[in-house]
């Protein structure tokens, strides 16, 4: 926590410090001026924070489901293979967050075309690696498994294929949030991500009994990777909207 606290301080008050001389003159605005924008602002604070929610709850919300429905051994199994899967995106997430604010720029420049044709070549770039990556996990994920924590685990074998395979969706289209964002589809975002849960949990529900620990990575893979498609094609159809416009 005083780690996290730490770097919170340090990396706000550099930005400060940074651009510090640019809001010089806003620092004693009146919060009337924003007031044509204040409903735009309230919707995009609440969908944005409920989209957040909901994605905390489906990626987060499986063990205790899961426990609910099963015992201790198979959440066990969950969360091991669950930590293992999810330690690939370690490197996507920072990704993720520094995209936004270039698609932003270049979506406020109108460069509609520039943008698409950059995350196709992204897009097509990863996917290759990523499903030779997901074979090789597939064809290994025992001995991963054996490897990792040792032969008693080997039964988190299987919900961690389905997890590994949701983190390598998610590596493949990481670009999908910060164009949600920057095409102004808020709200498409929380409905989307609501529909999502809903999925999650009937498909859980569904499973769990015959799948036991794999049948909630199976929801969650089936949830996860269907709103993350979705959400992709949505940005790239209305990118195509806006590029066919100009």
Same mark, same amino acid.
């Given at each position: 926590?005083?780690?996290? /606290?730490?770097?919170?301080i340090v990396l706000n008050g550099s930005? /400060? ?6 809001? +010089? ?29 909901? #994605? ?10 899961l426990g609910a429905l099963t015992g201790?051994?198979?959440? *066990?199994? %969950? ?7 999810? $330690? ?32 196709? #070549? ?7 690696? $990523? ?17 990792? %924590? ?14 590994? !395979?949701? *983190? ?13 964002? $920057? ?11 609501? !529909? ?5 949990? !009937? ?9 036991? *620990? $794999?049948?909630? *990575?199976?929801? /969650? ?14 940005? %790239?159809? +209305? ?5 066919s416009s100009e």
């Amino acid at each position: 926590v005083g780690s996290k /606290l730490i770097s919170s301080i340090v990396l706000n008050g550099s930005t /400060l410090i940074l651009i510090g001389d640019k809001l +010089k003159g806003f620092w004693k605005a009146s919060l009337s001026h924003l007031s044509q924008e204040k409903r735009q602002i309230r919707s995009y604070i609440v969908t944005n924070s409920g989209s957040r929610i909901l #994605k905390n709850l489906l990626n987060n919300g499986d063990v205790l489901l899961l426990g609910a429905l099963t015992g201790p051994a198979p959440v *066990a199994f %969950y969360n091991i293979a669950k930590k293992l899967a999810q $330690s690939i995106l370690i490197v996507v997430d920072p990704i993720t967050s520094s995209m936004f604010p270039q698609l932003s720029h270049l979506i406020t420049q109108r460069k509609f075309n520039e943008v698409k044709v950059m995350l196709q #070549k992204v897009t097509k770039m990863l996917l290759l690696p $990523s499903l030779i990556f997901m074979a090789v996990l597939y064809w290994l994920r025992e001995d991963i498994i054996q490897l990792a %924590y040792g032969s008693e685990f080997v039964p988190a074998a299987e919900p961690f294929v389905y997890l590994a !395979a949701n *983190a390598i969706l998610a590596a493949i289209l990481f670009w999908n949030l910060p164009m949600l964002l $920057s095409m102004g589809l808020v709200n498409f975002r929380f409905k989307g991500q609501l !529909a999502a849960l809903i999925v999650g949990i !009937a498909i859980t529900y569904l499973t769990v009994p015959s799948m036991g *620990a $794999s049948g909630v *990575a199976l929801g /969650l893979l089936i949830a996860n990777g269907g709103s993350q498609l979705v959400f992709s094609l949505a940005t %790239y159809i +209305k990118l195509n909207h806006q590029t066919s416009s100009e």
